[in-house]
């Protein structure tokens, strides 16, 4: 493909080297009047300080000369970094073919004979500026693609590097957050314990246990079925205090705690550290009687510990005074949760009135009452509770409750 005449006329200057300044005249003549910048030299070694000291864009060569030839001329054009690109066209009267196979084996592009034919010269010397500027470009146009292909390369690396550090940096994003969102979980799993359950026993508190009693209430009146209440006060307890210490005062409300909640073991039953050395236990589906007999339970296990209270006026161990109130709150319209809770709380201090170391009950003859914790017939969700009385034992257990006036 031959480019367009401007192009070619405006891509530099072409080199004509001929020993003869008629040759010379007529070939810068032709070149000249085409629109071509032609530049002279009269022999090889002129021919070569030229092209170095400004690079033609072709040049037309004559084989015969005096000095340096032609053949001479060309070798060293093509060793010389800055020269071996530019294409040589062979211009001379020597048409063997072996002066034109030494001369493209020097470099040459092509050869045209002498004498000269304007015509032909224009054509071949258009042909070989046109593919020399078209190879020009493509180099250009192959280093700008290296260029781009390496940009690309070392961009791509950097992505994958850059995408690399991303997903290592989210894994470790990752990590910690689920390690900070454990220990946040940890931190209010422990609150909520702490905000639910009483330091020195262990035991639900006070706002737990206010929590849970609404709750049971509720589920009681919706499903009708009973629940029952137990207050237990330590009995002479600063006595107790004054007597062994703060500490021993303290170790003493662990023992009594562990020996109230090993009685509340079924599901729904709760036991809480009510006030300093006040407690409560919630019985769901539990009547009033058997909540007594759980009661006497508490009362006695915590006799059976027989930690010493040698200042008691009640007895010469620690003892607990319990009131105990229950209800089918369906069936009982006229009272509410915090009714039954004070109901639980004036039979204690009532069992407190009435000596200590004992259960507080509705008043009820103590016949009926003796006949009331035999075997019950009914609810088999009592029926356990059932099992922990016997008559046996009941007979001990009476002079320790108290039956009062509602
Ligand atoms: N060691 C210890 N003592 C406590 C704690 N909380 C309350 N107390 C003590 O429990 C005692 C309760 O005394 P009182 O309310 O007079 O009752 P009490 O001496 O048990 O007499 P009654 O209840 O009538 O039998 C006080 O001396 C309180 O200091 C506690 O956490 N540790």
């Known amino acids: 493909m031959i480019l367009d005449h401007n ?10 080297v001929d020993d003869s300044p008629e040759n010379l005249r007529f070939l810068v003549e032709i070149l000249t009047h085409s629109g071509y910048r032609a530049r002279p030299a009269i022999n090889g070694e002129l021919a070569l300080r030229s092209a170095q000291l400004k690079p033609p864009v072709l040049i037309l060569l004559d084989i015969r000369m005096h000095g340096m030839d032609g053949f001479e001329t060309c070798r060293r054009l093509k060793e010389n970094e800055q020269t071996r690109d530019i294409p040589v066209i062979f211009a001379s009267s020597m048409t063997d073919t072996e002066a034109k196979i030494k001369g493209f084996k020097l470099g040459a592009v092509d050869y045209v004979a002498k004498p000269l034919n304007a015509q032909e010269v224009l054509l071949r010397i258009a042909t070989h500026l046109s593919l020399s500027i078209t190879q020009r470009q493509l180099q250009t ?15 791509n690396r950097a992505l994958l590097a850059s995408e690399q550090q991303l997903t290592a940096y989210s894994k470790n994003l990752e990590r910690l957050v689920l390690e900070r969102t454990r220990e946040l979980d940890e931190a209010n799993r422990k609150l909520t314990d702490l905000s639910e359950h009483d330091a020195l026993t262990g035991l639900a508190n006070r706002r737990k246990f206010d929590e849970v009693w609404q709750v049971e209430w509720l589920r009681a009146l919706r499903q009708n079925s009973p629940l029952s209440v137990i207050m237990a006060d330590i009995d002479d307890f600063k006595a107790y205090n004054d007597c062994y210490g703060h500490q021993a005062g303290d170790a003493c409300l662990q023992k009594v705690a562990c020996a109230i909640e090993a ?4 599901s729904g039953e709760l036991v809480a550290r009510y006030g300093g050395e006040e407690f409560v236990v919630i019985l769901p589906n539990v009547t009033e009687t058997n909540a007594w007999r759980v009661a006497e339970s508490i009362r006695a296990d915590v006799e059976a510990l027989a930690i010493p209270h040698a200042h008691s006026p009640t007895a010469p161990i620690v003892t607990l005074s319990l009131g105990v109130a229950g209800s089918i709150p369906g069936l009982d319209p006229e009272r509410d949760a915090s009714d039954l809770l004070a ?12 000596g200590r170391n004992q259960v507080a009950l509705p008043f009820r003859p103590v016949a009926t009452l003796f006949q009331r914790v035999g075997p019950l017939e009914g609810n088999p969700a009592d029926r356990s509770r059932d099992g922990a009385f016997s008559h046996a034992n009941h007979a001990s257990k009476i002079s320790n409750m108290l039956t009062v006036c509602k």
Do not use: F, P
Not at 263 to 266: C, D, G, P, T, V
């Open 7 to 16: 192009q070619l006329t405006s891509a530099g200057d072409i080199l004509v």
């Open 141 to 155: 146009m192959n280093s700008l693609l290296r260029e781009a292909i390496k940009r690309a390369e070392y961009a």
């Open 263 to 266: 009685q509340a073991q079924r």
């Open 343 to 354: 109901e639980a709380d004036k039979r204690l201090y009532l069992a407190k009135e009435h």
